[in-house]
Every structure is written in C-alpha cells, then in structure tokens.
C-alpha cells in the first residue's frame, strides 16, 4: 500500500456515504453565496461572479451525480460497484480517479439508458415486490439509482476532471484591440481539489481570438497544459505572454475551492481540527471549507525586439511587495477565506489560534444566510 492510497478512505457505510453527500450539498449551495458576497463586498466583478457561479454549481452537480452511483453502497445489491473513495488527509473531496470514471461513464451513459427499463417500470416493480412479495427491493432500488446517475451525467453542466477554456467577449478598446475574459477549470489530480482560472487578456490579433481556427485552439491546449497547482501565477502568465506576440495577459487568477475540514470524515491535522473539535457541532455543522484566491496583476508593458524590425509588447506582473513573498508566491496577492456554520466560528473565534487574523471568514447563519467578517 503506498502513501496515497493511505490518504484515501472509501466510504463503505450506507448511512456515512450518504451523509458526506448531504454535507456537500450544503456546502455548495453556500459557495454560491460567498461568490454573491464576494461581487457584493466589490472583491470580484458581475461578469466574473457569473463565470464562478456557472463552475460552483457545476461542482454541486457532479456530488449529485456521485450521490446516485453510490445511494445503495453498504447494501446487498447483487452487483460489486464499489464505494466513493475519499481523500481524507488532504481535501475531504472525492479523488480525482472518482472525475474521471465518472467522465468515462458519461461517454457510454446513453448506451446504458437504452439497455435499462425506465424510472417508471422500476418504480412499478418495487411497489409490486413489497406488498406482493412482501421484501425490499434492493436490487431494483439499486438498478433506479443508476439510472438517475446515467441520467444525471447525460444532462451535463457538471464539473469533470477538465473543463476546457472558453473565451467571453468583453468589449473593444480599439479597432485592433479586443478584450477577452478567458475561463477554464481543473480537478487537481495533486490535491484532489477544484481550481478554477481566470484571465484577463488583450488581443490586437487580425481575427478575433474564439473566431480565430488557428490561434484559439493553440491557446486552449497551451492554457489546459498550464493548469497545474503546482506551477506559480507568474509562470503561466510569462509562459503564454510570450507564446503568443498578439495576446497580452493582463490578470490571471486562480481560486481553490477547498480543502474540506470535517470532524466525521477528514483526519486534517492542525488548528482546524480543535476548532472542530472545540465546537462540538451538532451533525450536518461539524465542517469548514477553505477557499485561496491567488491573483496576478499585469503592471506595465515594455517593447521587446522582434526579427529584425518588429517589435512585441510583453507583460511586466506585479509582485507581492511584502518581505519578498511575491517572488515566493510568484503572485501580486493571495487571499485566503473559510467557510463555516457557526458554532464552529464562535470556536475559531475564542481559540483565535495564530495566522487566522487575516482570512476572511463566511459564516453561515443557521436560517442559511452567508455573513461576511
């Protein structure tokens, strides 16, 4: 067994798995609002709150799907089909091998809907082998949930293990020069987490880039190539800035959504584990969420030499000024913010432990109401 699969814990229990899935409900349905809050408090702008919101609710529905697969784990269901593997040390989220069964699964799902009888036949032999045989109908409970988790993949909208770059227009600043907000997504397969990029760029390109059948998809390879947790900011911006002469990054962010911290499912080690511990949260509000924005900022432009005659604007980022972080972040700015119901927040709040004054905190009410401190 080697150290990763260490990490990895499955959940075998019917009444842990479905649990795990209830809590992740919540919890996403409140990332939702830290994004509203965030665009309210003028930390990110409308078109970027939209962009965020579309990945959050993308990530609520593939625990949706993941909650079908695995409704009747623990039971006797005549089939092996495993249970969801976690990782339990690093994220509280499922692994990313979870993203991409599920991706293959979605390839083959409209062959799987066609071989099995639909919602309403099932539904009707369940009801005939309770009352007329008098017995639980695990095996046909068990072939509805599949079903619904085939179903649910073929619908979409969700977040898998890549979710490639799309490009938003959002205006011109001149005849030659437009601009764009590029958005793209990964599961990071190191930490088994969520990120989510964005960038701002200008293009002074003869076509416009999404129209351009040469340089577009170039630059969704390039982008998706990058999008690795452990390559800094300033070294995928650099990277594309001088790849591409006619495209100028102007800001790059990247936001990772998680770790997940919970007293019943994660064995995180550290302050967050005694706040949990401390606030004895009744089940359902035994967890928090963190949540890093990393954020890089293009500061000036300088020509450089091109062939003989020509020249290229290149990006000159800003760098975190204080005591030479930034050239450790390889970022202008990092933020760093947690997600937690309240009890757990008032126990962070008396145990106060060190290098929690500057995160900001959202709270969630018990009516459901996400605050801001």
């Known amino acids: 067994m080697n150290d990763t699969t260490k ?69 006797e269901t005549g089939h092996f089909f495993g249970s969801l593997a976690m990782d339990a040390v690093e994220s509280g989220f499922p692994v990313f091998n979870e993203l991409l069964v599920m991706a293959n699964d979605a390839q083959q799902a409209e062959s799987h809907l066609r071989n099995m009888p639909d919602s309403e036949t099932l539904k009707d032999e369940m009801l005939r082998t309770i009352i007329g045989d008098q017995a639980i109908p695990t095996k046909l409970q068990f072939a509805l949930s599949q079903r619904l988790y085939y179903e649910e993949l073929l619908r979409g909208d969700l977040f898998w293990a890549q979710n490639h770059p799309e490009a938003q227009w959002m205006g011109n600043l001149s005849e030659r020069r437009r601009k764009y907000l590029l958005h793209w997504a990964v599961y990071d397969s ?26 577009w998809p170039e630059v969704q390879a390039h982008l998706m190539a990058q999008a690795v947790g452990g390559l800094k900011l300033l070294t995928i911006a650099k990277g594309f800035d001088e790849s591409f002469d006619d495209l100028h990054p102007k800001r ?68 975190d000024p204080f005591a030479g972080r930034g050239g450790d972040t390889g970022a202008t700015s990092m933020e760093r913010s947690i997600i937690l119901p309240q009890r757990p927040f008032q126990a962070l709040e008396e145990l106060n432990p060190p290098g929690f004054g500057s995160v900001t905190k959202y709270v969630v009410s018990p009516q459901g109401r996400v605050l801001s401190y």
Request: proline fraction near 3%; aromatic fraction near 10%.
């Open 7 to 75: 990490d990895h814990t499955a959940l075998m229990e019917t009444r842990a798995s479905r649990r795990y899935f209830q809590k992740f409900e919540r919890i996403t349905e409140h990332l939702t609002q830290v994004a509203a809050a965030r665009a309210a408090e003028g930390l990110i702008g409308e078109e970027e709150v939209k962009v965020l919101t579309r990945y959050l609710v993308a990530i609520g529905y593939t625990f949706k799907a993941l909650s079908m697969k695995y409704l009747l784990v623990g039971r």
């Open 190 to 215: 190191q930490v088994n987490l969520p990120t989510i990029y964005l960038m701002d760029i200008e293009d002074t390109g003869r076509r416009g880039l999404p129209n351009d059948e040469r340089r």
């Open 252 to 319: 790059l962010r990247r936001i990772h959504v998680g770790p997940m911290y919970s007293s019943a499912y994660t064995r995180q080690s550290g302050p967050i584990r005694e706040v949990l511990e401390a606030a004895r949260a009744p089940e359902g509000e035994d967890w928090a969420l963190a949540w890093t924005t990393e954020d890089l900022v293009s500061e000036r432009v300088t020509d450089e030499k091109s062939g003989w005659f020509g020249k290229v604007e290149r990006q000159v980022f800003a760098l």
